[in-house]
């Protein structure tokens, strides 16, 4: 099914939800309210059920597909003359740290735990060797 007819069919049972809803809502006399709930009505509770769930799903998708879009941004080594964004990565002193909020110039990783929230605790610094030798 392509997104245009997912569009009409949900329009289609959002219409025929709310047909129900207002068919429902007329006044009803205490004999029919005694009555044996009959199955197009409980289909057609159904259907509504259905349309409203479907409703909030698409909206929920969408908010995915948008968070999605954004994926992760690694900027790097942390500099402190730079703002950062919610969702921006930087390495600083060995470990990754994620922006929570939009970061001030000068507030650096694990200085403010309201701005940043570290992803992965770096071990120690790797030690740079010279062509032929050992680390040590």
């Known amino acids: 099914m392509t997104g245009k007819d997912e569009d009409e069919e ?18 009803f006399t205490a004999e029919q309210l005694q009555r044996p709930v009959s199955r197009r009505l409980v289909h057609a509770l159904i259907a509504a059920t259905t349309a409203a769930k479907a409703a909030k ?30 969702g921006d990565t930087v390495t600083h002193s060995g470990s990754l740290w994620v922006a929570l909020k939009t970061v001030a110039e000068g507030t650096a ?22 062509a032929g030798s050992t680390p040590g």
Do not use: H, M, V
């Open 57 to 86: 799903l698409k909206a929920l998708a969408a908010r995915i597909e948008a968070i999605e879009e954004g994926g992760i941004r690694y900027l790097g080594n942390y500099q402190r003359a730079s703002t950062y964004s919610k």
């Open 10 to 27: 949900l329009a289609f049972i959002a219409a025929r939800a709310e047909e129900i809803r207002i068919g429902l809502d007329t006044n």
């Open 109 to 130: 990783p694990g200085s403010d735990l309201a701005c940043w929230q570290l992803a992965s605790k770096g071990d120690r610094p790797a030690k740079r060797t010279t």
